[in-house]
């Protein structure tokens, strides 16, 4: 079946790392997604990661996929107040077109 | 370049009646999906258009319908609201057609329309 799963809260001091963990079920999956969500606010796209791949760094953010134990990461170094939000990781499965699985989201909350 | 534009951003309705929502997506963009997003749920696939025709569509009642038009704008419609139908929902296009190409089709959301049934 198709689950994709997340803890639900996060708390993180300004400038320490943040991890935000994801697993999901469908072996099929092409793309996995990291969306934040901030207040009052749509979705916004930070990263994805073709299966294929094992790693990814774009910036801050750093995903790490385990495509054995299906789980995904995201990494934010330094993080900072901004990053406050709630993150979301979804997996495409291979035939789904635009049909993304959603987890229930991360609330990450960087204290000052 | 524009994003995508969700109309109205807020409405307040009662059960029972209707709702209509519109969704403009990014210039050039002919994908457009629908989700449904609720603390309970959350968020969750109703359905994908291109080029005027729905490609796919979730596991929603009859009561949520949508549209594509010429211009590649959207509408979705819920009928015979209930309580349950209070939610927000977001609208996201993309660029290339659903199930084609190799690349990782991202999907750009808009803020999305908040929903209240009373």
């Known amino acids: 079946g198709e689950d994709v799963e997340q803890s639900l809260f996060l708390s993180v001091r300004e400038g320490d790392s943040s991890v935000i963990n994801c697993t999901y079920t469908?072996?099929?999956?092409?793309?996995l997604y990291w969306y934040k969500q901030e207040p009052g606010a749509g979705l916004q796209l930070l990263t994805y990661?073709?299966?294929?791949?094992d790693m990814k760094q774009d910036q801050r953010l750093t995903v790490l996929l385990n495509k054995k134990d299906k789980h995904l990461s995201l990494r934010i170094a330094d993080t900072q107040t901004g990053d406050s939000a709630i993150y979301f990781c979804?997996?495409?499965?291979?035939?789904?077109?635009?049909?993304?699985?959603f987890g229930s989201g991360t609330r990450l909350l960087v204290r000052p | 370049k524009a994003g995508v534009t969700q109309t109205p951003r807020y409405l307040i309705k009662t059960r029972g009646q209707q709702v209509t929502l519109s969704c403009s997506p990014i210039s050039g963009h002919r994908s457009v999906s629908w989700y449904q997003q609720t603390p309970g749920q959350g968020l969750q696939f109703l359905f994908e258009y291109f080029s005027e025709t729905q490609r796919n569509k979730g596991n929603f009642p009859g009561r949520f319908s949508g549209r594509q038009f010429s211009n590649s704008r959207s509408e979705m419609n819920v009928s015979t609201l209930e309580l349950g139908d209070s939610a927000l929902y977001l609208c996201?296009?993309?660029?290339?057609?659903?199930?084609?190409?190799?690349?990782?089709?991202?999907?750009?959301f808009g803020a999305g329309s908040r929903l209240t049934v009373l």
């Open positions: 469908d072996s099929s999956s092409t793309y």
């Open positions: 996201a296009s993309s660029l290339v057609p659903p199930g084609q190409g190799t690349g990782a089709n991202v999907l750009t």
């Open positions: 979804a997996e495409r499965p291979m035939d789904s077109s635009y049909k993304l699985i």
């Open positions: 990661i073709f299966s294929n791949m």
